[in-house]
Nanobody
């Protein structure tokens, strides 16, 4: 059974940092595109960042470019999202997701992803 488990969320002041982790079981992340999405109250779930297999190319939403960094550690079967210079508008539940198709480039579209974690809350507030 495939499970993705996010961790690392919490309450942080504006300008602060958090690192989210997405750990997989029953599924090897290596070879698959992985995405991070977020959903704020009353809003649609939106793509934040994704990382492709093989070349490790990345993509970011304009709202987080230069502040967030996605990375993967295949040995730990984990993908990370380093979030710096956090703003109140980054407040949301953050989800990781995996594309079950091998070696496909990542895109920031929910429909591309087959497996989802339960989410972790990130709150940016003073």
């Amino acid at each position: 059974q495939v499970q993705l488990v996010e961790s690392g969320g919490g309450l942080v002041q504006p300008g602060g940092s958090l690192r989210l982790s997405c750990a997989a079981s029953g599924f090897t992340l290596d070879g698959h595109a992985i995405g991070w999405f977020r959903q704020a109250p009353g809003k649609e779930r939106e793509g934040v960042s994704c990382i492709s297999p093989r070349d490790g190319s990345t993509s970011y939403a304009d709202s987080v470019k230069g502040r967030f960094t996605i990375s993967r550690d295949n040995a730990k079967n984990t993908v990370y999202l380093q979030m710096n210079s956090l703003k109140p508008e980054d407040t949301a539940v953050y989800y990781c997701a995996a594309d079950r198709v091998f070696f496909r480039l990542c895109v920031l579209s929910r429909s591309r992803y087959d497996y989802w974690g339960q989410g972790t809350q990130v709150t940016v507030s003073s």
